[in-house]
């Protein structure tokens, strides 16, 4: 019973073989992690142009004098289209995006994957902003479309959920790979 006792009252933290006190470094690593915010944000742009440039357009007939537009048969599935294209474009932004980071070894911790995480997130809203506007340059509609005709919709994302693919991507692979890694510290120092 007494060892019990004793076993009980073992170390709380992890010491390191050098009898050091692993540590998260938080200080040093947020210049670098809202650097890493804002660089991952710019991706969104090139991210939403690609998107824009593989999204397919919706074909829909005139019908009426005021522009009303109805779908083509078996049109209405290119809705499912443009949102299965933004996403798988998130999912390979977010893992690249995690790998790069992870890649950053003199940073690794989790204020840099909360860095990237943010920066992920602002990235794909980012990319669904102009990702339409872009689309909406390229198919834009006639003013005077006659009665009946067939015209091109720009692609559309009907919703915001498309935004979380990037951001837990490269939550997936950061912790992936910190989860792989068995050292305390990550591998931060290179000795």
Same mark, same amino acid.
């Given at each position: 019973?007494?060892?019990?006792?004793?076993?009980?009252? %073992?170390?709380?933290?992890?010491?390191?073989?050098?009898?050091?006190?692993? *540590?998260?470094?938080?200080? =040093?690593?947020?210049?670098?992690?809202?650097?890493?915010?804002?660089?991952?944000?710019?991706?969104?742009? $090139?991210?939403?142009?690609?998107?824009? *440039?593989?999204?397919?357009?919706?074909?829909?007939?005139? +019908?009426?004098?005021?522009?009303?537009?109805?779908?083509?048969?078996?049109?209405?599935?290119?809705?499912?289209?443009?949102?299965?294209?933004?996403?798988?474009?998130?999912?390979?932004?977010?893992?690249?995006?995690?790998? +790069?980071?992870?890649?950053?070894?003199?940073?690794?911790?989790?204020?840099?994957?909360?860095?990237?995480?943010?920066?992920?997130?602002?990235?794909?809203?980012?990319?669904? *902003?102009? %990702?339409?506007?872009?689309?909406? =340059? *390229?198919?834009?509609? $006639? $003013?005077?479309?006659?009665?009946?005709?067939?015209?091109?919709?720009?692609?559309? /994302?009907?919703?915001?959920?498309? /935004?979380?693919?990037? $951001?837990?991507?490269? =939550?997936?692979?950061?912790?992936?790979?910190?989860?792989?890694? =068995?050292?305390?510290?990550?591998?931060?120092?290179?000795?």
């Amino acid at each position: 019973m007494s060892e019990q006792a004793g076993a009980g009252r %073992g170390h709380a933290t992890l010491v390191q073989a050098t009898g050091q006190v692993s *540590r998260v470094v938080v200080r =040093a690593d947020l210049l670098p992690a809202f650097s890493a915010v804002s660089l991952i944000a710019l991706l969104g742009l $090139p991210l939403g142009w690609i998107w824009s *440039r593989l999204a397919p357009p919706q074909r829909m007939r005139v +019908v009426t004098r005021e522009h009303q537009l109805l779908p083509l048969t078996a049109e209405s599935w290119h809705r499912f289209d443009d949102l299965a294209i933004f996403l798988l474009i998130g999912l390979v932004a977010g893992l690249l995006v995690g790998v +790069v980071v992870w890649l950053l070894r003199a940073r690794r911790g989790p204020v840099m994957l909360v860095g990237a995480v943010l920066g992920s997130l602002l990235s794909a809203w980012l990319a669904m *902003r102009m %990702g339409t506007a872009f689309a909406e =340059a *390229r198919f834009s509609l $006639p $003013p005077s479309a006659e009665l009946g005709a067939v015209v091109d919709r720009a692609p559309v /994302l009907e919703t915001g959920w498309a /935004l979380l693919a990037q $951001p837990l991507t490269t =939550a997936f692979a950061y912790g992936t790979l910190a989860a792989w890694n =068995a050292r305390d510290d990550l591998g931060r120092r290179l000795g």
